[in-house]
């Protein structure tokens, strides 16, 4: 059975840490919502 969580991270460069964390578990990417908020889901 999958456990589904959430983690929010505060951190200088919120892009460069989406992409490492994209990489290491090879999911993808958000950058902003249809409004242009800013923000990072892995």
Known sequence: MATE???VADC???ARL????TAALHYGIVLADPEGNEFCVV
């Not at 989406?18 to 964390?21: L, M």
């Open 12 to 14: 200088l460069d919120p």
């Open 5 to 7: 969580f959430q983690l």
């Open 18 to 21: 989406a992409r490492f964390w």
